[in-house]
């Protein structure tokens, strides 16, 4: 069966780091990404990559400090996070998916989701 799982979450000072990692298992997948919801807010695109880990592409508020990678023979997905901000404060989650969309930054285009892991960024 598919699952796909996050890890890595927790509390950090601002201008700390942080690795999350999504262990998708059943199947492979060509899209993985990461979302992120704050409460009272709409979840937010963060990042995605492709099967061969040479497209990604990243949200405004966090190119420049986040990093998309994927191990395929882990089957695994890591989103590195440098110089946190409290804003970066959310539950993150994992998403896969079998196409390339070109509104992959919707949440509604990706079919498979983890379950979240939280993110929490102390001033």
């Known amino acids: 069966q598919v699952q796909v799982v996050e890890s890595g979450g927790g509390l950090v000072q601002a201008g700390g780091s942080l690795r999350l990692s999504c262990a998708a298992s059943?199947?492979?997948?060509?899209?993985m990404g990461w979302f992120r919801q704050a409460p009272g807010k709409e979840r937010e695109f963060v990042a995605a990559?492709?099967?061969?880990?040479?497209?990604?592409d990243y949200g405004d508020s966090v190119k420049g400090r986040f990093t998309i990678s994927r191990d395929n023979l882990k089957n695994t997905v890591y989103l590195q996070m440098n110089s946190l901000k409290p804003e970066d404060t959310a539950v993150y989650y994992c998403?896969?998916?079998?196409?390339?969309?070109?509104?992959?930054?919707?949440?509604?285009?990706?079919?498979?989701w983890g379950q979240g892991t939280q993110v929490t960024v102390s001033s």
């Open positions: 998403a896969a998916d079998d196409l390339w969309s070109r509104r992959r930054y919707l949440a509604t285009e990706w079919g498979y």
């Open positions: 990559i492709k099967w061969s880990g040479g497209n990604t």
């Open positions: 059943g199947r492979t997948f060509y899209a």
